[in-house]
């Protein structure tokens, strides 16, 4: 099935995990794609259809840089279908000890490139009556301990996203994002080599294990395809079942 024939799609933080899976995605499905990323997603680009793939390597935190990004996809691709807001960092720490460059960085890295890339993007969307998927995350529903800058970060993309729904809802622009839970991703490889920490997490998500990023790239495609035409502002989770909780530890 090739959802994505003739479509556009922009996706940021492409050089690896999320990114890179949903990047794949959307070329498998037939779109063209267009890798962002500071780091260079040559590499991945080089495994994708050249002529359906481009690479834009920058930093998407500040203002000028999606401005760009949309201008050249344009001037290679003429238009744009589909914006995907995924490049992201993490910062952890106790409150007392997060550096004002900490705060700064995961908020413009996390919240203000999401804004910048869906407000730079906007014309060619409502041209084409296109559409914008988010990664947010589980940490936007709910908080975490120590991962405050994280967590307001997401908690900001989680209800953007539904702002932006509402704003753009009358020129036929959808806006969702997907929450996943803990990903198989450069972000949390400490994590996965951490028998101790995947343990927990296994006991906590009711389907026992960590996600992958294809299973997070499949629900972004879907977001961004036909078959979700009647969905606009809603935060998906894609979490083994986590956030189905309300925190209650099991009985048995
Ligand atoms: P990753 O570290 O594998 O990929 C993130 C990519 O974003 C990297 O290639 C990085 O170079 C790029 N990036 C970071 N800052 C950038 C900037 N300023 N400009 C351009 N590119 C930049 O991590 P992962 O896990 O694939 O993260 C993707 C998104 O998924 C992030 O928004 C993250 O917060 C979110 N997420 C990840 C989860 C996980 O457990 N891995 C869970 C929930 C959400």
């Not at 997603?41 to 080089?46: G, I, L, M, N």
């Not at 704003?167 to 806006?175: E, M, N, P």
């Not at 997070?216 to 935060?235: C, E, P, Q, R």
Request: charged share 25%; proline share 5%.
């Amino acid at each position: 099935m090739e959802r994505f024939n003739d479509k556009v799609v922009i996706v940021t933080g492409a050089a690896s995990g999320i990114g890179e899976a949903v990047a794949r995605r959307f070329s498998e499905e037939g779109a063209n794609v267009v890798l962002v990323d500071r780091n260079d997603p040559t590499p991945v680009a080089k495994s994708l259809p050249e002529a359906r793939t481009m690479v834009c390597k920058l930093d998407v935190s500040t203002p000028r840089a999606m401005q760009e990004v949309v201008e050249q996809t344009v001037s290679r691709f003429n238009g744009l279908d589909v914006l995907v807001n995924n490049a992201g960092i993490f910062a952890a720490g106790d409150p007392a000890d997060i550096t004002d460059e900490d705060w700064h960085k995961v908020i413009a890295t996390d919240l203000d490139s999401v804004f910048y890339g869906c407000r730079a993007a906007l014309p060619e969307l409502r041209r084409r009556r296109g559409c914008i998927v988010n990664t947010a995350s589980v940490s936007g529903l709910g908080a975490d301990w120590g991962m405050s800058p994280y967590n307001a970060a997401k908690g900001g993309v989680v209800n953007l996203t539904r702002a932006l729904a509402l704003d753009l809802g009358k020129d036929g622009v959808r806006v969702n994002a997907v929450c996943p839970g803990l990903t198989r991703t450069g972000m949390t490889r400490d994590m996965m080599t951490d028998e101790a920490v995947l343990t927990k997490f296994r006991e906590r998500v009711p389907l026992g294990r960590v996600c992958e990023p294809s299973e997070v790239a499949a629900v972004v495609a879907f977001l961004a395809s036909d078959d979700a035409s009647f969905i606009s502002g809603a935060n998906v989770p894609v979490d083994g079942g986590l956030t189905a909780s309300n925190g209650q530890p099991p009985q048995n």
